[in-house]
């Protein structure tokens, strides 16, 4: 009789425990980066979080335009090197960059550094021979060359989704509440949203800006909602010039 009490007693409590905490779930408090190498001065931030979108954005619509060459299965290589990336990158950002600060210089060359490394380390993937769709787009350059960045200056570049395919796009709470309000602006609105606040105990400057669909993404986010794409992800729905998620930089404010 004690024992089935005893027994009890204990499913009771594991029960109890596993209604308090959720498995799985993320850590409450800190922030996963919390050496924020490169900074920017207060009054420099705006700049700064903006150049750094920009120059992203420029590199996506690059790696966009080669898109038709990247998915040729009877390419082997495509002289899509870093270099090459790297060179057309740097000219198609040339009057942007004109005004950057010192500090500004310093942290887009990393942005650069980064960039190019993800190129040179997808070569083998570009080049495969008798394969079209290898898995390179935009997304996944940015997504990897975010990570990259991240590692070496603390600075955070990513692209929440409205509906996310990678897991590593996941919008944070002040992200959720962004892409909310694009969506509930329509496709009118693209100034950026920003914010000074912090993330653990760094004070940061956040940017966000829309990303929008144009006619050739909507193979795989436009209509029919729910229809499998080429890669079996169900399509979004979407028109052209919907929002499709965020270009979102976190950069630490040094004061
Ligand atoms: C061939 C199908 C395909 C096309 C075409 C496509 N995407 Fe995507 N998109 C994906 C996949 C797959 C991912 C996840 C990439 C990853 O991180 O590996 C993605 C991710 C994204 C993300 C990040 C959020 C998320 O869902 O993870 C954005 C933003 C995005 N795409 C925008 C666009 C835009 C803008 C275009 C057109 C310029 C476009 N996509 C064209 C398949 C596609």
């Not at 209604?19 to 920017?40: D, I, N, Q, R, S």
């Not at 920009?54 to 790696?63: G, N, P």
């Not at 990897?144 to 590692?151: D, I, K, P």
């Not at 940017?207 to 795989?220: F, G, Q, T, V, Y």
């Amino acid at each position: 009789m004690i024992r089935r009490v005893v027994t009890l007693a204990a499913i009771m409590l594991a029960t109890a425990h596993a209604a308090a905490e959720t498995v799985g779930a993320a850590a409450k408090g800190g922030h996963p980066e919390y050496l924020f190498l490169e900074k920017t001065p207060r009054a420099e931030a705006a700049a700064t979080a903006e150049k750094l979108a920009k120059t992203v954005i420029a590199a996506r619509m690059i790696i966009f335009a080669y898109a038709g060459k990247f998915v040729d299965p009877t390419l082997g290589d495509k002289g899509f090197s870093g270099e090459f990336f790297e060179r057309q990158w740097r000219v198609s950002v040339e009057s942007e960059l004109i005004d950057a600060t010192p500090n500004q210089k310093k942290i887009i060359e990393k942005l650069f550094w980064a960039g190019r490394q993800v190129i040179d380390n997808n070569q083998d993937r570009l080049n495969v021979k008798g394969i079209g769709w290898k898995h390179f787009l935009p997304a996944k350059w940015e997504r990897e060359m975010g990570q990259v960045f991240t590692a070496r200056t603390g600075i955070v570049i990513k692209q929440p989704g409205r509906a996310y395919r990678s897991p590593v796009n996941v919008p944070d709470e002040l992200e959720r509440s962004v892409l909310q309000h694009y969506v509930d602006a329509g496709q009118g609105d693209n100034k950026p949203r920003t914010a000074f606040t912090s993330m653990g105990k760094q004070a940061v400057y956040r940017h966000m800006e829309p990303i929008r669909l144009i006619p050739p993404c909507l193979s795989c986010h436009g209509k029919p909602k729910g229809a499998p794409d080429m890669l079996g992800f169900q399509k979004d729905g979407l028109e052209s010039g919907d929002l499709i998620g965020l270009m979102s930089v976190t950069i630490a404010v040094d004061d």
